[in-house]
């Protein structure tokens, strides 16, 4: 596999986390069956919103080729498949198969009661090293799951890399919330409430971790930098709930030099 054309796929460090990739892969296996369940609690179901919001972004491309990378339980690939037909394959990527393991029992489902009509297909690797030939895809996106990889550059990097030229990059993740009362109150919540609800439900690390990592993440003007930097034109961004969720559309530019 050909490596990331990007300008700046210099170098690539953790941003403060040390976190092994198989670290974060068992920790989302461990978690993968009250997942779903977890999502929808502690977001009153704002999350099922915010999808839905990223799945009217993706482009109309005939026969294209849809990547969902770090598609976990698979909500962002099966509400493509079912909305975007016109696609030909339909690719969710992950290093943790527990996750996807439920995934694709969904889809099942959903294949069997007819509400898509695409056999997806499910391969476990990680946004840092993406199987897929240069330029191959039409669309990716990354749903609540950049911020959960080690070396992010290396992960925007492979997303220019795959995608055609006009191809769309779509972005959903946490942030830090600016300024503000409603932001202050977002924070104590996502800080000491959110943990405490996911340790009844779940495992304590993984509920703490999710704070950290976004403490952790791109701020919005630096994500913005990533992407210019990599060639990609960033046309649409929305903000949820205080600028605490956003979501960013970018396409990736011809290179003209
Ligand atoms: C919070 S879940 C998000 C799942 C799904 N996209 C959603 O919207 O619900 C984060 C996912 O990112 C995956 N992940 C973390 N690091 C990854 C990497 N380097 N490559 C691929 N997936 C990764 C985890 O295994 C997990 O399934």
Redesign the pocket.
Known sequence: MSSAPSPTSAPSTPMTRPDS?SS??S???RI?GR??FL?RTLSARQ?VRW?KHLIDLIPYRPQGTFL?????????ILAAAASHQEYADFIG????TG??KHGADKANYQLKSGMIKHALTWRT????NILLEDQSCDCVS????L????YKAN?LNEFSRVLKNGGVLLI?EFFTPQGGIMSRLFQFYFHYILPIIGRLFSEKEAYSY?PKSVASFYTPSELREELRNRNFRIDVEKNFLFGACRLVRARKIDNVF
């Not at 690797?125 to 840092?128: D, G, N, R, T, W």
């Not at 990354?142 to 799951?145: A, E």
């Not at 911020?147 to 080690?150: A, I, K, W």
């Open positions: 990739e974060v892969a920790m989302f296996d993968a997942y779903d999502n999350d999808r969902d990378m770090a598609t976990g339980t698979g909500d962002v990527a992950d290093i943790s996750m996807m690797m990680s946004a840092e990354i749903s609540f799951g911020r959960n990889v080690v992960a959903l999710l």
